[in-house]
């Protein structure tokens, strides 16, 4: 399994203002995969992240509110930009592990938009 | 409709007891299933997959696969109140992304 880790564990944002979430992971990884877990809900998938190509995004998900980076095979950022209230959640980045499709999980970041 | 559905609970089940999840899902097309246990203000973790018809065990866990009913199932055995957490179904969708339920809330009393 790989360990993530991810920073910021936890923030509390301004209405307006964006914030970059970094996710580092211990080995090379070809996909990272960031979700979004909003208040008593299931998790959501905002965008694949392949290391040299822009992200793919889900419906109802676009660049210009999350734009994601993937400079190398072990990190990504992404950021939640122009932040609203609606935006708090919790942001999942997760990696596969490569032979059945599983996905390992960061702790997540808990954003709260004031 | 919705990808993977589940019913959202609380399933309360008393310890020692056999605990049943349910987990329809809409793509015929879709090949791995999983199963993931969350622990309030955690991250998922893995518990179990499957990928073949029928039933696979490990400890007190067995997950069941119907594909033709597009139909999954996790059974805990002998329940403890620390198994008391929200267990997500996970199925594939192309590739490798997986798609989330909303998940089943599992109470586990003394």
């Known amino acids: 399994s790989a360990v993530i880790s991810q920073k910021p564990s936890r923030d509390i944002c301004q209405r307006g203002t964006s914030l970059t979430i970094q996710c580092q992971v211990d080995s090379q990884v070809t996909m990272m995969f960031w979700y979004r877990q909003q208040p008593g809900q299931s998790l959501t998938l905002i965008a694949t992240?392949?290391?040299?190509?822009?992200?793919?995004?889900e419906s109802g998900f676009v660049i210009d509110k999350f734009p994601i980076s993937r400079p190398n095979l072990t990190f990504s950022t992404l950021t939640v930009s122009n932040m609203s209230p609606e935006d708090s959640s919790i942001y999942l980045c997760?990696?596969?592990?490569?032979?059945?499709?599983?996905?390992?999980f960061g702790e997540g970041s808990r954003l709260t938009v004031l | 409709q919705k990808e993977v559905e589940q019913n959202s609970g609380p399933l309360s089940v008393p310890e020692g007891a056999i605990a049943s999840l349910n987990c329809t899902y809409s793509?015929?097309?879709?090949?791995?299933f999983f199963w993931y246990r969350q622990y309030s203000g955690k991250s998922p973790e893995l518990i179990m997959f499957?990928?073949?018809?029928g039933d696979k065990e490990d400890g007190r866990f067995t997950a069941q696969l119907n594909k033709a009913s597009q139909y999954v199932s996790l059974l805990i055995r002998d329940s403890q109140p620390s198994d008391s957490a929200t267990y997500l179904c996970?199925?594939?969708?192309?590739?490798?992304?997986?798609?989330f339920g909303a998940g089943t809330r599992l109470a586990v009393h003394p």
């Open positions: 997760s990696v596969d592990a490569g032979v059945t499709g599983e996905l390992f």
């Open positions: 992240a392949n290391q040299g190509s822009e992200a793919t995004y």
């Open positions: 499957i990928y073949s018809n």
């Open positions: 793509d015929r097309g879709s090949q791995s």
């Open positions: 996970a199925v594939t969708r192309g590739y490798n992304k997986l798609i």
